[in-house]
């Protein structure tokens, strides 16, 4: 199943020209290299980290990005807080939320700022290639 994922990715990157431009947003350093790793094997991504919402935002405010995961439960700023920032300097982008430990009160505000999909850690990689492939189809 995974593998099907992965050439359908592969197949949209080619069609368009060019790897999709990944932000991912985590404050745990496994997460982001986890999710960076895969994105790697497949040659559809380029991808960049931030490990806060301050290097979120800033990286948001200075680069196009196709898509964008984040963690809503971060220090510094909340997940929220970077969710509505990021919808107001690219509103056209999605934003794919993954999260651990956020109440539903929390998932169902992220929904209501603008982000498309929810995804619950532990994360299994047929689902998260599922989801890549329908927030970016």
């Given at each position: 199943?995974?593998?099907?994922?992965?050439e359908?990715?592969?197949r949209?990157?080619?069609?368009?020209?060019?790897?999709?431009r990944v932000?991912?947003?985590?404050?745990?350093?496994?997460?982001r290299?986890?999710?960076?790793?895969?994105?790697?094997?497949?040659?559809?991504?380029?991808v960049?980290?931030?490990?806060?919402?301050?290097d979120?935002l800033?990286?948001?405010?200075?680069?196009s990005?196709?898509?964008?995961?984040?963690?809503?439960?971060?220090?510094?700023?909340?997940?929220?807080?970077?969710?509505?920032?990021?919808?107001?300097?690219?509103?056209?982008?999605?934003?794919?939320?993954?999260?651990?430990?956020?109440?539903d009160?929390?998932?169902?505000?992220?929904?209501?700022?603008?982000?498309?999909?929810?995804?619950?850690?532990?994360?299994?990689?047929?689902?998260?290639?599922?989801?890549?492939?329908?927030?970016?189809?």
């Open positions: 199943m995974a593998s099907d994922g992965i359908t990715l592969k949209m990157a080619a069609e368009r020209g060019s790897p999709f932000l991912i947003v985590d404050d745990e350093k496994w997460v290299e986890v999710f960076q790793d895969f994105c790697q094997l497949t040659n559809a991504f380029e960049e980290l931030a490990e806060n919402g301050p979120a800033q990286k948001a405010r200075t680069n990005y196709d898509l964008i995961t984040l963690d809503l439960i971060m220090p510094e700023m909340s997940g929220l807080e970077v969710l509505t920032a990021i919808k107001k300097v690219s509103p056209h982008v999605p934003v794919m939320v993954i999260t651990g430990n956020a109440t009160k929390i998932v169902n505000e992220a929904g209501v700022l603008g982000a498309c999909r929810v995804m619950y850690k532990p994360i299994m990689l047929d689902n998260f290639i599922s989801e890549l492939t329908s927030a970016l189809a």
